[in-house]
């Protein structure tokens, strides 16, 4: 009796020395497939009941295995990070903002410093993004405690739902890719009309398209009046009107934990500048914008089917869940 005890023990104990052997870079291993080597580790690894979510050495972050954006609110000309600082340029006064979708809080960051909001509220349905990732981070920890910020832990759908009083400057969604399961609720008819009531007058809708053209054909049919910057649509209710110099003078004033975003003078034009270039289709896709008419019949090359002749999303038909090619 007393041998077999010795022998659990010493199974026991050579198991959990094991451990780290024989699991040690799974998710890594999972995650990147063809891609791993021996080397490669994530920074950090959170599994929750609500899936896996990982950060890379680079400070990219991946929710189930898929990106999900970048651990940094830093900008620079030409950079895709332009998106969330873009909102004073279409809008005067974004005073009260609804993020859906958190994620690792780099967008709520950015908008949460823009000078002219007062008031976030960031609804997230997994509640490790703000428990077990955002506290591990500098970029980003510091919405945690931001008297500005309200973090809440539900579904997106579920609190407009229940929030019908509730309507607001900007709404933005940096949603997951078009073709990812649920991504229908976040791009389909219903949810952007749900949207479009929680919108005061003027008010503006940024999501983030990810090249789907149907997405961006089921803007133009719920909103007035729509544009697409890089690859995220911006939606109103109302005429979006560009102002150079208010979003500059908003980016000249931007600061983070108290430094500076863009202290070059410089840095600031050529990122302005954008604005410059509307509709012209010869600027690289990271400073592109296009106005409707534009965005609805642009052809990326002669089998492309614009936008204007793509199918609706709708919660019915699952959008590009079902088909990917959308047509």
């Known amino acids: 009796l007393v041998m077999r005890a ?22 890594e291993r999972l995650q990147l497939k063809g891609e791993y080597t021996p080397e490669t580790r994530f920074d950090l690894v959170v599994e929750s009941r609500f899936g896996v979510v990982t950060v890379d050495q680079k400070k990219n972050i991946y929710g189930g295995g898929m990106f999900d954006g970048h651990l940094s609110t830093e900008l620079k000309p030409g950079d895709w990070m332009v998106r969330p600082y873009f909102l004073s340029a279409v809008h005067e006064a974004p005073k009260e903002v609804l993020v ?15 000078p002219h909001v007062e008031k976030i509220t960031a609804v997230e349905i997994n509640s490790a993004y703000a428990e077990r990732v955002i506290p591990e981070f500098d970029a980003v920890k510091s919405i945690l405690t931001n008297p500005k ?7 997106g759908r579920r609190w407009m739902t229940i929030n019908r009083h509730r309507k607001f400057d900007a ?15 976040l791009l389909s008819h219903e949810f952007m009309s749900q949207v479009k009531n929680h919108l005061k007058p003027g008010g503006i809708y940024h999501f983030n398209a990810t090249g789907s053209d149907r997405a961006a054909k089921t803007a133009a049919e719920v909103f007035p009046d729509c544009i ?14 560009f102002n150079k110099e208010r979003w500059r003078a908003t980016l000249a004033n931007y600061e983070i934990d108290g430094q500076k975003v863009l202290p070059s003078a410089e840095d600031i ?7 410059d270039t ?10 592109r914008i296009l106005t409707k008419d534009t965005l609805l019949d642009f052809q ?4 492309h089917v614009p936008a204007r002749d793509q199918k609706l999303i709708t919660d019915d038909n699952l959008g590009h869940e079902f088909d990917h090619f959308g047509f």
């Open 269 to 275: 034009d050529q990122i302005v500048s954008m604005i």
């Open 149 to 155: 910020v309200e973090i809440i832990t539900d579904d």
């Open 300 to 303: 990326y090359n002669e089998w």
């Open 228 to 241: 697409l910057l890089l690859n995220n649509v911006v939606a109103s209710n109302a005429p979006i009107e």
């Open 6 to 27: 010795g022998l659990s023990v010493l199974l026991g104990v050579g198991l959990v020395s094991a451990a780290t052997w024989l699991f040690g870079g799974l998710w």
């Open 100 to 114: 859906i979708g958190l994620s690792g809080g780099t967008w709520t960051q950015i908008l949460a410093n823009n």
């Open 171 to 185: 709404i933005i969604a940096n949603s997951t890719y078009h073709f990812r399961e649920h991504a229908t609720s």
């Open 278 to 287: 509307v509709d012209d289709l010869t600027v690289p896709t990271e400073r």
